[in-house]
């Protein structure tokens, strides 16, 4: 039971929005389409809606066929619900009435109807606020009456088209994780829009990654960010090590790395192709050592670069024996000084041309 798509093509002139595009998404799972402006995720969350009719491709809910190459399902038939980037509230119409709107247009009952909308604005954490006209209430009331319009049929897919991005920052922090609790809480399959990684990998059970039409990745959130499939992947989703280097030699299932002027062993399965190779490490991966050493790290000596406070910790840029290098510490670090990391945590992308 999932969201399949497959190989969706929509042209617009000679450009190609989806080229090919190919995704599935378990029912009851959070997914994002994640992307820059331009890579086609909003096109795709558009087929999906039916707001947008693709030129060939096939795209599958459950067991219904929503496009084919002979079948196209109205967007009304679907019964997805939607939340957009501007929440396109009603401004004529309270809280409770914006709500209600879906309901009617299905035709409910009053005393369902009724029912339904008080289980919604409980659920939203919105009861005292059902009079209230959108000019009336905050950002982040606005959005939680857009969703709990969305859901108001009780859809099983919803569909979210960067429905936070007009929030200040720490709103949309606080939202993401009350949104996560509440999806995973109804059971609900959503797929979201966003450009924004930290929003993606903070709300999704599962990460699709878009570029020039295609979906370029997936899987989950820590598994792309530790072992992105290369140099543009690993930027998109964080802050990043990144060395130059080259191997030196195989020995049983291990390659000897040599990153400028360090060298060092880490394990690997099977042998890349060609000798060189842009290393990756997260900047949890590097830190201060302790007084205690492990005997399977890399110890080495960095020269800070620059120190900058974040969410309670210190993002640090120094130089090292093997180029520049990422890292948190919870202290401002002295000039110079040592990190060590886990040889095992690189990951190793293809060399940048």
């Not at 679907?78 to 119409?93: C, E, I, S, T, W």
């Not at 994780?177 to 929003?199: A, C, G, K, N, Y």
């Not at 002027?261 to 880490?266: A, G, H, Q, T, V």
């Not at 993002?315 to 040592?338: I, K, M, N």
Request: some cysteine.
């Amino acid at each position: 039971m999932s969201l399949e798509i497959r190989q969706a093509v929509k042209k617009y002139q000679s450009v190609h929005a989806l080229d090919h595009a190919q995704l599935e998404i378990a029912r009851g799972q959070i997914g994002a389409l994640l992307g820059a402006s331009g890579s086609g995720k909003t096109t795709l969350l558009h087929a999906i809606a039916g707001l947008v009719r693709l030129d060939s491709g096939t795209i599958r809910w459950n067991s219904a066929t929503w496009q084919d190459g002979k079948t196209f399902v109205a967007p009304e038939k679907r019964k997805v619900g939607m939340v957009f980037q501007d929440f396109a509230l009603f401004p004529h119409l309270t809280a409770q009435q914006n709500i209600e709107f879906g309901l009617r247009a299905h035709h409910w009952p009053r005393s369902k109807m009724t029912e339904r909308v008080d289980e919604l604005l409980a659920l939203v954490h919105l009861k005292e606020y059902r009079t209230r006209f959108p000019h009336e209430l905050s950002g982040g009331q606005k959005q939680r009456v857009a969703v709990a319009r969305a859901l108001a049929p009780a859809p099983s897919l919803l569909l979210m088209d960067e429905s936070l991005s007009s929030l200040d920052a720490s709103l949309r922090r606080a939202l993401q994780d009350e949104l996560r609790t509440l999806f995973h809480q109804l059971s609900i399959t959503v797929v979201m829009v966003t450009h924004d990684p930290q929003e993606a990998m903070a709300m999704a059970d599962y990460l699709v990654v878009m570029d020039k039409g295609q979906a370029v990745a997936h899987g989950s959130s820590s598994d792309l960010y530790h072992r992105p499939l290369n140099v543009a992947m690993a930027q998109l989703l964080g802050p990043c090590t990144l060395w130059e280097g080259h191997i030196a030699h195989y020995d049983d299932a291990y390659a000897t790395v040599q990153a400028n002027k360090l060298s060092f062993r880490l394990p690997l399965a099977d042998p890349v192709s060609g000798n060189r190779v842009t290393l990756c490490l997260r900047p949890e991966s590097i830190s201060i050592p302790s007084n205690a050493k492990l005997n399977d790290h890399v110890v080495m000596p960095v020269d800070v670069i620059s120190a900058r406070f974040e969410h309670g910790r210190y993002l640090v840029q120094a130089q090292s024996p093997a180029g520049l290098t990422v890292f948190y510490s919870d202290h401002p670090p002295s000039d110079r000084t040592e990190v060590t990391f886990n040889p095992a945590q690189c990951a190793i992308l293809p060399a940048t041309p």
